[in-house]
């Protein structure tokens, strides 16, 4: 299999904007976060499109934007922790599930990335879309990482398995 695109797919928090952005200093590739290119398409926050438009409009964006960003090869892309769930990955992704348990997520997000999250407001709630959701991750993964350390502890992990597949 030859790879278009690398797709970081986990919760959110879990440091796929981060692991991306490393990722792609490390292997000589682009890096696209796609909340940050919908925003700026956007000219809107995520929690404003989610407080104005609804989620159902905001999760149509994610679709188009993945469907867009991915005509483009080679890449490092970072999706949000619904994209996934919500959307179609195209199929020739690599898709990097950052695998972190929900307790160190919390544990390591500063307030103010919290806040930038409509979906984690509720702590209860937000366990509850955890426990939901990483089947799902699981399934679609061409492979997972252990994310429950710090980046420079896992990184290579990634980057060893991407140098032994054919990414664009
Ligand atoms: C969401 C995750 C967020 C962002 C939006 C919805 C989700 O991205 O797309 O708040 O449904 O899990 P991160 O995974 O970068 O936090």
Do not use: W
């Amino acid at each position: 299999m030859v790879y278009d695109n690398i797709v970081l797919i986990g919760f959110m928090g879990s440091g796929k904007t981060s692991v991306g952005k490393t990722l792609s200093r490390l292997l000589y590739k682009d890096f696209v976060d796609i909340d940050s290119v919908i925003e700026k398409e956007q000219g809107s926050s995520i929690n404003e499109i989610f407080h104005n438009k609804g989620e159902a409009y905001f999760r149509e964006l994610e679709q188009k934007c993945i469907d867009e960003v991915s005509k483009r090869k080679g890449q490092i892309i970072a999706t949000g922790g619904g994209l996934p769930i919500f959307s179609k990955i195209p199929p020739k992704s690599l898709i990097v599930y950052i695998n972190a348990d929900f307790d160190v997520i919390l544990e390591r997000l500063p307030q103010r990335e919290k806040e930038k999250r409509p979906l984690l407001q509720d702590e209860d709630r937000a366990r509850e879309l955890f426990v939901k959701r990483i089947g799902k991750y699981e399934d679609l993964a061409t492979f997972s990482v252990d994310a429950n350390q710090k980046i420079p502890v896992f990184i290579h992990v990634i980057v060893d398995y991407v140098l032994d597949q054919r990414v664009l």
